[in-house]
């Protein structure tokens, strides 16, 4: 059970600095959602939908044309390079720090949660920093095909790469799921 709580909190507090970073930098959240799916509750405020979806191993902001060509003052392709750093990692810094906060505290007055907590998102933050194609750390680099091939390529061959890294995720994933239920029956988890 802590295991869910900690991972919810943890995708909660990722995503949370991902649409507070976008909207600091003038970029449209179109939906801020905590898991993937069918949204089982849904709530726009403003220009953004906000949702809760059944399947709890992740979430998104999906930003205004995040990977498209736009002419939108407030897509994500047309924001300066800076300001496409500060939201891609908006999330990763935020668990990596949580995280070391959550586990010195953990370790130090035996808080058997925190020190849970601290390292799943730890552990969420370093792994989302990788450069893989359609986690956080690969952001950075992507968005350089855009110099390289002008914003309509640019981002269509970014899109493409996101979406097979994307499903290469999903199905690691999927592997690694036998393996999660094991460790929650013996009580690792």
Same mark, same amino acid.
């Given at each position: 059970m *802590?295991?869910?709580?900690s991972?919810?909190?943890?995708?909660?507090?990722?995503e949370?600095a991902?649409?507070?970073?976008?909207?600091?930098c003038? %970029?449209?959240v179109?939906?801020f959602s905590?898991?993937?799916? =069918?949204?089982l509750?849904?709530?726009?405020? +403003?220009?953004t939908?906000y949702?809760i979806?059944?399947i709890? $191993?992740?979430?998104? %902001?999906?930003?205004?044309?995040?990977?498209c060509?736009? *002419?939108?003052?407030y897509?994500?392709?047309?924001?300066?390079?800076? =300001?496409?750093?500060? /939201?891609?990692?908006? +999330?990763? &810094? $935020?668990? &990596?720090i949580?995280?070391?906060?959550?586990?010195?505290?953990?370790i130090?007055?035996?808080?058997? @949660?925190? #020190?849970y907590?601290?390292?799943?998102? @730890?552990a969420?933050? $370093?792994?989302n920093a990788?450069?893989?194609?359609?986690?956080?750390?690969?952001?950075?680099?992507l968005?350089?095909?855009? =110099?390289?091939?002008?914003?309509k390529?640019?981002?269509a061959?970014?899109?493409?790469i996101?979406? &097979?890294?994307?499903m290469?995720?999903m199905?690691?994933?999927?592997?690694?799921?036998?393996y999660? @239920? #094991?460790l929650?029956? /013996?009580?690792?988890?």
């Open positions: *802590r295991f869910f709580i991972l919810i909190l943890t995708i909660l507090m990722h949370t991902h649409l507070i970073a976008a909207k600091a003038k %970029c449209q179109d939906i905590v898991g993937f799916g =069918k949204a509750f849904k709530k726009k405020i +403003g220009k939908i949702q979806a059944p709890l $191993i992740g979430g998104y %902001c999906q930003l205004k044309d995040e990977l060509y736009s *002419r939108s003052k897509a994500f392709t047309n924001l300066p390079y800076r =300001k496409k750093l500060i /939201i891609s990692l908006a +999330g990763v &810094i $935020i668990n &990596i949580a995280g070391l906060i959550s586990l010195f505290f953990g130090t007055f035996g808080i058997d @949660f925190l #020190y907590f601290g390292a799943i998102s @730890f969420l933050g $370093i792994t990788l450069p893989i194609p359609a986690l956080d750390g690969s952001y950075p680099i968005v350089w095909l855009e =110099k390289i091939y002008g914003k390529k640019g981002y061959k970014m899109n493409r996101c979406s &097979i890294g994307f290469i995720l199905l690691l994933n999927i592997l690694c799921l036998p999660l @239920f #094991y929650i029956k /013996i009580g690792r988890l």
